[in-house]
Every structure is written in C-alpha cells, then in structure tokens.
C-alpha cells in the first residue's frame, strides 16, 4: 500500500506539473484572453486562463512566498507521516492525505521554481477563481475528508461501540 500511495503522488504532482508546463507554453501568451475549453454552445463552462499566483487560496496572503513554502512544507511532512501511521487503519484516510500531500507538493514546486503558482482554469458557469491541478487534488482531498468525518467515521465508531458491548458479555 505505502508504495502506491507513493506512486500515486508522483503520478499526481507529475501530472500538475506538466499540465503547468503546457499552460505556460500555450497560454501565458495570450494577452490575458483565455480559450474556451467546455462549452455547450455559447454556454461556456469551463476555460483555460493563464495566472499566476503569488499568494494563497483567492490569491489572499499575496507576496508572502516563503511564509507560504514554510507552512506547506510543514503541512506537506505532517501528511506523510500520518499518511503512512492511517495506512493499516484506514486505507481511505490514506488516499485523503496522499491526495492532499499531492496538491500540496504541486503548487510548492511552483513557489519555490517561479515565486508564484501556475493556475489555469477558470470556471465561466459562475463567477470562481482561476484554479489549477494540485488545487483540485486539494479540494477533492477536502471533500472526500469531510464525506468520511460526516458519513463514515461515525458509523464505523457505532460499530466499534457494538463490539464493545457485545465483547464485554
């Protein structure tokens, strides 16, 4: 399991990394105009737009590059150790953390390479931030821990309960 966990987080940062390294090349010399990607018609959905992003989530923490290397990379450490203890008592926690240790290790590349994080795609269905791989292991990583925290961990503690009472008669 540890090994595909690792694997998976090479695959994973390997892929936000070239999906950068083709926006810079493809985008970033449009002028600001980004290209339609998914559109149903003249219903656009989804676009790709160069940014680049010197600061944290919306762009808040602006300029704060080292502050920012510091506080992931602490974050990045604490996931791997605990990625690697959750391992043998839940395998879905583990996916959680390694797709957070992921996202985490794809935008820190970013800052520390450039000094600010390649984003790309911009959501035109509503009005949303212009966001880029790594976020979206980020926010899927959030998503799946808070389905687990919500549905999940309380059932599996009604059932450790259960085996209590049932283990004590």
């Given amino acids: 399991m540890a090994v595909l966990l690792v694997f998976l987080i090479v695959i994973l940062v390997g892929s936000d990394q070239i999906i950068k390294m083709w926006a810079v090349e493809n985008l970033s010399h449009n002028g600001g105009v980004g290209r ?4 149903i018609g003249s219903l656009r959905i989804l676009d790709l737009n160069y940014l680049e992003n010197d600061g944290a989530i919306f762009g808040s923490m602006s300029g704060q590059k080292w502050f920012l290397v510091g506080v992931t990379s602490i974050v990045i450490a604490v996931g791997i150790v605990a990625m690697f203890r959750y391992m ?9 953390i390694c797709l957070f240790v992921a996202g985490g290790i ?9 000094g600010y994080v390649v984003d790309m795609f911009e959501i035109k269905l509503f009005d949303f931030a212009i ?10 990583a959030f998503c799946m821990a808070l389905v687990y925290t919500l549905f999940i961990e309380p059932k599996l503690e009604k059932a450790e309960k259960k085996a209590e009472v049932e283990g004590d008669e």
């Fill in 106 to 114: 794809g935008n820190l590349i970013d800052r520390i390479r450039l």
């Fill in 131 to 140: 966001f880029n791989f790594a976020d979206m292991c980020v926010t899927i």
């Fill in 88 to 96: 043998k008592k839940s395998k879905f926690v583990s996916l959680i």
């Fill in 36 to 39: 339609q990607f998914i559109h």
